[in-house]
Nanobody, 126 residues
Framework: QVQLVESGGGLVQAGGSLRLSCAAS????????MGWFRQAPGQGREFVAA????????QYTNSVKGRVTISRDNAENTVTLQMISLKPEDTAVYYC???????????????????WGQGTQVTVSS
């Protein structure tokens, strides 16, 4: 079992930055692939970014490329989502997700993930 707790959300003006953190507990996450998803009001949950177990591979949805960086610290059991140049359309609840892996795979589909945090609200004002 992996428990995930997100933090770092808040209200920011367009063009601003936020750094979201996901703290994992319950087990060592060194063989766990991680991802960030978001859900805007009235919409489904969408993929934002993912990182493989070592941190050597990352993937982003097109709308955030160049503005968002996912990283991880396996020693600290944390995953971070650094977001810059935020836009009002980035407003959503952001969720951290995890899945145990055998190989160094990376996952972008919601259904691939086994563990989810409760989410942290990000609001970008225009």
């Amino acid at each position: 079992q992996v428990q995930l707790v997100e933090s770092g959300g808040g209200l920011v003006q367009a063009g601003g930055s936020l750094r979201l953190s996901c703290a994992a507990s319950g087990r060592d996450i060194s063989n766990v692939a991680m991802g960030w998803f978001r859900q805007a009001p009235g919409q489904g949950r969408e993929f934002v970014a993912a990182i493989n177990w070592s941190g050597g591979y990352t993937q982003y949805t097109n709308s955030v490329k160049g503005r968002v960086t996912i990283s991880r610290d396996n020693a600290e059991n944390t995953v971070t989502l650094q977001m810059i140049s935020l836009k009002p359309e980035d407003t959503a609840v952001y969720y951290c997700a995890a899945v145990s892996v055998i190989f160094g795979s990376i996952y972008t589909r919601e259904g691939d993930y086994s563990y989810w945090g409760q989410g942290t609200q990000v609001t970008v004002s225009s």
